[in-house]
DNA sequence: TGCAGTGTTGCTTC
DNA sequence: CGAAGCAACACTGC
């Protein structure tokens, strides 16, 4: 989507509402001064294209500069007219926390919308804005030949050479391990979340806490399959709105609608036949939701 | 009212 | 190396 309003537009200027919101490096170091470093490198800068690697969103742009968002949480990246108060402009009501608000479009008026931490004043009008409750998100500038974050990811599950023998070398190498917590580390595969992982694992009739070895090759199969098959259907329908996650127009994904765990706790399990009762417990320090009944411990 | 809970991750400690 | 616990932060809902 980003990659359609994006490319072509030039960078005119950037603000930031709080010193911090730019990182550098590995490891997520914070120094207020960065943000002026970023800002005097992106400005006069223009936008090629938009894509991701994991859970991040690369903004490229030209003489080999990508900018990093990771939204963590509760960040989101919006797209649209926005413009700052002044002296003689007014706010809608509820927007008094942060100056920057949107001109005429109901949709990125949204109370979830109203955090913008970080604004891109870009060509023709518009504008990129980070809006996140948690200041939790993080944005960096890659310069060529640096070393990111982005060097330790594990690889991208929807990718065509991602295969069931690779997903079983990788993950056998943390055979201990409960599988959910195996599936979120982004260092084994890339992009697999809380809401996700417990999707997947409903699906594929097996309990967070079952330890990787001890699972039976076809449930591994299994897993495989629906990792697949979750990430797709979450982009299909561009993305979970269960909290404050927003689309850069604005407007809610749909993936909640089609949760059959997460964030069930005490409802009857949706499988057909199971008659159990889904339960939620703490896993690896991430809330996992999970049938009694069908989903099996190894 | 207070506290658990929250599309996440990195650091510290053991 | 890995696991657990905590920290960063702000808000909602029970």
Redesign the pocket.
Known sequence: MLNDLLPGRKILDVWSS?G?VIHRG????KNKKYFSQFRKKVVGEKIESVNRR??NVLIHLNKNKTILV?????G?LLFGKYQKAGAETKKPEGWE?EPWFPIKNKALQD?FNR?IRLVFTLSNGKHLVLSD????AKVCLIEKGEKT?LD?LGPEPLDKNFNFEIFKTIIL??P???IK?VL?D?GLIAGI????SDEILWLSGIHPESRVSKAPEEKLKLIFKNIKLLLAK?IKF??????????PDGIR?A?QYHHKV??RKGEKCLKKGCGGKIS?I?V????AHFCDRHQKKY
């Open positions: 709080y911090g590995k490891n997520h170091i994991g859970k990771h939204m963590k949480m509760t989101h926390k109370p955090f409750v948690r200041k939790f974050d330790d190498h943390r201990n391990s409960p917590s979120m982004q979340g809380n809401i996700y979450g561009k993305g979970d709105s269960t909290s404050d996650y927003r689309n994904g993936f997460y964030q939620r703490v690896g320090g991430r809330s």
